[in-house]
């Protein structure tokens, strides 16, 4: 196979006796298919917090279990005889399935460890497994906070493998962050590294940026696994057969999907679609199964499967989604619902607020069909949307109970955004600055920091621009920067093409038209996988004023 170098460093043409291979195949993105062109691809970070939010760890255990079905490969068994024969020292895997374990001879150890765990012995040939293993639940780590605590961990473990041998890395892209900085680090130690790219795939993999640093001595191999594995058991002079048999019990992935919606009760499934299908941008769908959700939950025969507590959450959810897909008339339905259920079971105080802070939220959500520049709301009798959540806020403090942080930070949110939309950016910013400790905490997800820090660094835009404030400019720019970084991370599109939108503004404003023309793009592209046709008109237009900016027939430049 042809070797690329992307540096000036190449590994040796005879392998050395020893080598470590990260094989990988769990960084891979979900397609959804909804309406007619229109799709999203949501990474599977994204998907499962989404997942485990809506219906529990079980449901998602019991769903990734798939991944263990049929037969091995040949990368498993070319990988296998590697680690049996002594010459491939170590072997580590974000990958979840047990494929390779019934292939390897008995003098190879697989270690999988706990998520906190740094304290281990890797001695003599290992299979170590750093995302868990689907025979062992507990073990699995599948969103983006639980990698941000298993940095530490996995520094620590690629520390115990031994530095003088080579690093092979085959069909790992690096987008886990918690693995990326530790293969760094091992890069820095080896004699030299080889990253194996597979023909055709994406050039934009973090992990092909190990070769653009001349210090790790790393060049990229363009090859799939199985010749790259075959090439290397060669040049060992290992000999490979066809795969072993596979002792372990197999089902197919049908009984481990059934098995998955078996956990849910009838009212959860469209619920998991419904927040599926609003992560790709897919309005349509989202409204068709908010409505089966609906009709599941109101349905006589499943009222003694949940609580009325449960049913009024769920309405206030689904009244949200159905906001932001553009169905207000679906969404007041829904809160009319969730209004009934309260006043038939009667409810404490904590539970009409509920209520109240659903409906002045619901009636604030930007819709999907009408989702341009925010629109001043005016008051109702007497009072804003903002009133009465500042209200609520209060008497939660009052009698509330216990101080639960994540709810006042929801509410800060909240109150930031209605503001805003109610033509006081200045006062929105107060309220986002009461959200932020919280917002940039190991408590919030990767999806609450990404939206809050767009929704904040909007207001603060907004603000600078009525006063005509350079410095307050500045604070947007690095809020913005930070949500733009937030989104990408946890592939949500849908936000980090509007924060883009945004920083292509404010460098606009600053006539720095190359780096507002670099936003735009980035913009479209993270536009195009969302499906997103209001965003898409909003980029044009954006990008049609800064052709004219540049040509200098537009508005005064500045």
Aim: aromatic residues 6%; proline residues 5%.
């Amino acid at each position: 196979s042809p070797a690329t170098p992307r540096s000036t460093a190449s590994p040796s043409r005879s392998l050395a006796p020893a080598c470590r291979l990260l094989p990988d195949c769990h960084a891979v993105g979900l397609h959804l298919a909804g309406e007619p062109g229109k799709n999203g691809d949501i990474r599977p970070l994204t998907f499962w917090r989404q997942i485990l939010e809506s219906v529990g760890a079980s449901v998602v255990h019991e769903a990734i279990a798939a991944a263990g079905v049929g037969e091995p490969n040949l990368n498993h068994e070319l990988l296998a005889t590697l680690l049996g024969s002594g010459l491939c020292e170590t072997a580590i895997t974000t990958n979840f399935d047990e494929h390779v374990e019934p292939l390897l001879s008995a003098n190879v150890e697989v270690l999988v460890p706990s998520q906190l765990e740094t304290e281990m012995a890797v001695d003599g040939p290992t299979y170590l497994k750093l995302h868990g293993s689907i025979g062992q639940p507990a073990s699995l780590s599948f969103t983006l906070e639980q990698y941000d605590q298993l940095l530490p961990r996995n520094l620590a473990l690629f520390e115990l493998v031994e530095s003088d041998a080579p690093l092979v890395v085959a069909g790992y892209s690096g987008y886990d962050t918690d693995v990326l900085p530790a293969i760094r680090a091992a890069a820095a130690r080896a004699p030299w590294t080889a990253v194996v790219q597979h023909p055709g795939s994406n050039d934009d993999q973090p992990i092909l940026d190990l070769a653009d640093d001349p210090e790790l001595r790393c060049s990229i191999l363009v090859s799939d696994c199985a010749t790259a594995f075959s090439v290397l058991c060669a040049t060992l002079g290992l000999a490979f057969g066809e795969p072993s048999a596979h002792t372990a019990t197999l089902r197919d992935d049908v009984d481990h999907y059934a098995a998955a919606v078996s956990k849910l009760r009838p009212f959860e499934l469209p619920r998991v679609l419904m927040d599926t299908f609003g992560l790709a941008g897919e309005w349509n769908l989202v409204r068709r199964y908010a409505r089966l959700c609906h009709d599941a939950l109101t349905d006589e025969r499943y009222r003694a499967l949940g609580s009325a507590r449960e049913f009024e959450s769920l309405h206030h959810a689904l009244a949200l989604a159905l906001r932001f897909a553009g169905d207000a008339i679906g969404a007041r339905t829904m809160l009319g619902e969730a209004r009934s259920s309260l006043e038939e079971n009667g409810g404490p105080l904590s539970a009409h607020m509920r209520q109240q802070q659903a409906e002045s939220i619901v009636a604030d959500a930007p819709s999907q069909l009408h989702s341009g520049e925010p629109r001043v709301i005016e008051p109702r009798r007497g009072f804003l949307p903002s009133d009465v959540l500042t209200a609520q806020g209060r008497l939660a403090e009052l009698f509330g109970g216990a101080r639960d942080d994540h709810s006042s930070f929801m509410r800060n949110w909240e109150i930031g955004v209605t503001r805003r939309r109610e033509g006081q950016p200045g006062a929105a910013i107060g309220a986002f600055e009461a959200g932020l400790e919280f917002a940039l905490s190991e408590r919030a997800t990767h999806l609450e920091r990404g939206r809050f820090l767009l929704d904040f660094g909007g207001a603060v835009a907004e603000h600078s621009g009525q006063l005509r404030d350079d410095e307050m400019a500045q604070q947007a720019h690095v809020i913005l920067l930070a949500s733009e970084s937030a989104t990408a991370e946890a592939g949500d599109y849908r936000t980090n093409g509007r924060a883009n939108l945004m920083l292509a503004r404010l460098y606009m404003g600053g006539e720095s038209f190359d780096e507002a023309r670099d936003r735009i793009e980035r913009a479209r592209s993270a536009a195009a996988r969302t499906g997103d046709s209001a965003l898409d008109g909003r980029i044009e237009s954006l990008a049609n004023l800064l052709g004219q900016l540049e040509a200098g027939r537009g508005p005064h430049r500045g």
